[in-house]
């Protein structure tokens, strides 16, 4: 801890339990006076009423220093012995926050509870997301140890998904004082007097402050690269161009690459910044060769560790472009001059429509950043057609500039236009132009609308709280912000979910009131971290006792029932259907289909959805005992269960299906399956092949990504400045060895092994030697014509990946001329299963270890393919 960090907080806590309000005040001037900090006036307003104890609703632009009133409020807990809460909304900026916090307030007194993991969670500030705190106060309710709640990005509350959670700590936490934040919050006269009414606390609102970085509006009618030439070479950059689409984000980036926009020595300083970070195939080389020059990529289908290397690089000044969806800078500090938006309309899941005024303001208030900039700059780009009509109106006038009678030249250029087409705006869009541009830059954010929701994870949540939980659920819906008849529907609702869990054997209800009030508990037999984290989390809970543990397959259906419970990634089950179609296409022309039959048969190709039938029945059951459930949608599908059976890792996946733009969405969707399996599936129920699949997805997930390790549980407040290292680090935290876990690595290498399998079996010689590398489509295909000479065909069913059909050897002798990265190796046999039952001919290779280590994946390279005699093989 730093001298000034102790001297402060030591300030604080020598101020006596009950300190005034004006010995708070001074402190905390004292401490930014000695920073070389003066506040602005809304910031000391704030602060005042802060210090005397009230609720603050800190309404401010961008920039104007709410983190500055944010610390504040955590000194004067700290001073009153209180425990203080920041939340916001996602993992990023709490850590940034985190950080932050420990520089002033000192390691010891600063803690962050991500959800996986928790560091110094005794401490008397906490930094979290919303949902923590929001879980939290479900099962805590007004006995929780709460002080003060700083909630970052308030707007939030209005969020259709995600707004519960910045509702559920006003409605349980009476006992906390409030400071809410956000530039966009419209009207809050309704939320002041609830606030005020719950917690019985006063109110101040601070909002009249003026930005401190000036913000000037533009609407342009230049085409898109040239504005952003004109903003480079202005000294307008660094631009963040706004895209609602992120197939369209990553076409301009690409679209821009020819444009310099970086200077040879930026691009040299990008170069060495980003040495060492380790860009795998798929997106990461387009990301790789944008990046050297200067221009970046962020949008929600990117994996994590490239969003996170772009926001490290726009950090550190090294981009001048980035090109994105609505992702970036959600309080996060990035510096960004100027806002482009190439749209001022957006599809949002159900319709298309020109933004909302909190949108537009929260997206355009990003431009410029205090200590970075003196003016900020949003730039609304014209419709793509209307841009187009422009420059050929300009080019028609310019050609007609030396005739000197106007009348003439304009009859002279309506003529020449005759005979061109003007450009129309595609089917199905919603107009705008610089009417709709100047009544959204005058119109102020709407008031925020309640977004309250009863989930089986909210209700679990209140159950595990002392007390009639009943009671609670009741109390707890009659509170919330929505209208008498939206509460209705909630409560019907939470009746509806606790009869579920009832029914389903997750909670039953006590003989009596335990010793602390509770009704009910949760059921004994379930594994302890159980949790419901899908709506149908219940349904797939009471199918999984239709399925026989004697299967050969049991483990996989057990697999596609938690699938069939998941949000659809809809990126990768199109790139599904995709597939499907090509393959079918392809197999009905060999067939001789007519192109008419071919189309009609190809209107029912559809992505892999393994025990529909069966999920289907047994959900409409279900479904006419939980009528809630009406609105929500069974999905049968095949995405974890397809790569395992295909044998892939996440890169060949990622290949077969064409999800290079998507991985981001197909690693969130394994992400979310692992928690279901892990956090759904009883233990009882995990035979020895299932946890093996589970054991294989988790580590596939680390080892595509490690940015989402959660390695901070190991971590106490004296490893603060290793954790640091690793937060301020361009690159996400190295996995843990992938062949250290010689088991789940086993697995993998069979998994490659019998990918070769499936190739092989439908003589597919030239993707085989693609993968192998040292064997030639040739090799192959003589390897081909050599096993069908002596078979009729080829097992590449479930029974021929047998462990029995997969040989390892860890010899240390490695065949010529095979060259290895380092010293470890395996020599593996993978047996060819023919019909006749011969078992003679097989895929012969060497794995290198080190190199699969590097890599993430298992590195193998083909030696031979027949009989034992061909080759090489294993001993």
């Known amino acids: 801890m730093s001298s000034a960090t102790s001297s402060f907080t030591d300030t604080l806590t020598s101020l006596g339990s009950s300190p005034e309000p004006d010995a708070v005040f001074g402190a905390f001037t004292d401490w930014t006076t000695s920073r070389g900090i003066t506040l602005y006036p809304a910031q000391e307003e704030a602060v005042m009423e802060l210090v005397q104890g009230h609720n603050v609703i800190l309404a401010t632009p961008t920039g104007s220093g709410k983190s500055m009133v944010a610390l504040a409020a955590h000194a004067d807990a700290l001073a009153h012995g209180a425990v203080s809460y920041y939340t916001a909304p996602i993992k990023a900026l709490v850590s940034e926050k985190f950080f932050a916090l420990v520089d002033v307030f000192g390691a010891e007194n600063v803690g962050m509870v991500t959800g996986d993991s928790t560091v110094n969670g005794d401490a008397p500030i906490i930094c979290c997301t919303a949902e923590i705190l929001a879980n939290r106060a479900l099962r805590e309710g007004s006995g929780m140890e709460i002080g003060t709640v700083v909630m970052d990005e308030f707007h939030y509350y209005a969020d259709p998904s995600r707004g519960w959670a910045w509702q559920v700590p006003l409605l349980e936490l009476p006992q906390a004082r409030f400071l809410l934040m956000s530039a966009t919050l419209g009207d809050t006269s309704r939320l002041e007097a609830d606030l005020n009414e719950r917690t019985g606390r006063e109110v101040a609102v601070v909002a009249h402050a003026e930005r401190p970085i000036p913000l000037s509006f533009e609407y342009s009618e230049t085409p898109l690269q040239e504005k952003v030439e004109e903003l480079v070479a202005t000294h307008q950059a660094p631009v963040y161009i706004v895209h609602f689409s992120q197939l369209d984000a990553v076409e301009t980036a690409q679209g821009l690459a020819s444009v310099s926009v970086a200077s040879k020595e930026e691009k040299e300083a990008i170069a060495a910044r980003i040495a060492g970070f380790r860009f795998s195939a798929g997106f990461g080389k387009t990301l790789n060769r944008l990046v050297r020059n200067g221009i970046g990529v962020h949008h929600a289908g990117m994996l994590p560790k490239y969003r996170r290397l772009v926001e490290k690089l726009a950090q550190d000044g090294l981009l001048k472009v980035i090109c994105g969806t609505d992702t970036l800078g959600v309080g996060i500090n990035v510096p960004i001059r100027t806002v482009l938006l190439t749209a001022l309309s957006k599809f949002d899941g159900e319709r298309t429509r020109i933004l909302q005024a909190r949108e537009f303001h929260q997206i355009a208030g990003r431009a410029g950043r205090a200590g970075f900039d003196t003016q900020g700059y949003a730039v609304v780009q014209a419709p793509e057609h209307v841009i187009e009509n422009r420059a050929a109106e300009r080019k028609a006038a310019a050609r007609f500039a030396n005739v000197k009678d106007e009348a003439e030249r304009a009859k002279r250029m309506k003529q020449s236009m005759k005979g061109s087409k003007k450009k129309t705006p595609p089917a199905g869009f919603v107009s705008w132009g610089p009417a709709t541009f100047e009544k959204l830059v005058a119109a102020e954010p709407e008031p925020l609308v309640s977004r309250m929701q009863i989930t089986h994870s909210m209700l679990l949540n209140i159950l595990d709280r002392p007390g009639d939980p009943v009671l609670a659920v009741r109390r707890l819906l009659r509170s919330t912000h929505e209208t008498p008849a939206r509460q209705a529907i909630l409560m019907r609702r939470a009746i509806g979910i606790f009869r579920e869990l009832l029914a389903t054997g997750v909670v039953e209800r006590l003989p009596e009131p335990d010793a602390e009030g509770r009704t009910v508990d949760l059921t004994v037999d379930l594994q302890p971290d159980f949790a419901l984290n899908q709506p149908l989390s219940p349904f797939a809970l009471a199918t999984l006792d239709l399925l026989d543990p004697a299967d050969p397959n049991h483990a996989l259906d057990v697999v596609s029932v938690i699938e069939a419970t998941l949000d659809p990634p809809r ?301 090489w093989q294993t001993r």
């Open 571 to 871: 990126q990768v089950l199109t790139g599904q259907v995709k597939r499907a179609k090509t393959e079918a296409v392809a197999a009905m022309k060999a067939e001789g289909m007519e192109y008419t039959e071919r189309m009609r048969a190809l209107d029912e190709v559809t992505y892999p959805m393994p025990l529909a039938e069966l999920l289907e029945q047994q959900f409409e059951t279900y479904r006419a005992g939980a009528p809630w459930l009406a609105e929500f949608e069974l999905t049968p599908k095949s995405v974890v269960r397809d790569m395992f059976e295909r044998a892939m890792g996440f890169g060949d996946y990622v290949q077969f299906y064409g999800l290079a733009r998507s991985e981001g969405v197909l690693l969130r969707y394994l992400t979310d399956a692992v928690k279901a399996l892990r956090h759904t599936v009883p233990q009882e129920a995990r035979t020895d092949e299932l946890q093996i699949m589970l054991d294989w997805l988790d580590e596939t997930v680390k080892q595509t990504d490690s940015s989402l390790l959660e390695e901070w549980e190991d971590l106490v407040a004296g490893d603060i400045d290793e954790l640091r290292k690793d937060h301020e680090s361009i690159a996400p935290p190295t996995p843990p060895r992938l062949t250290d876990n010689e088991q789940i690595f086993g697995v993998m290498v069979r998994n490659a092994m019998f990918h070769r399998v499936r190739l092989f079996g439908d003589e597919q010689d030239h993707a085989l030697a693609e993968l192998s590398g040292d064997l030639s489509a040739d090799d192959w295909a003589d390897a081909l014509d050599d096993f069908f000479e002596d078979h009729e065909d080829i097992d590449d069913g479930p029974a021929a990946r047998g462990p029995q059909y997969f040989l390892v050897d860890r010899s240390p002798e490695v065949p010529s001329p095979v060259e290895l990265t380092g010293s470890r190796w395996w020599g593996v046999r993978q047996v060819l299963v023919d019909r006749d039952g011969d078992l003679d001919h097989g895929i012969n290779a060497v794995v290198d270890l080190d190199a699969s280590d590097e890599a993430a994946g298992p590195v193998i390279t083909v030696v031979s393919v027949g009989r034992p005699e061909s080759g």
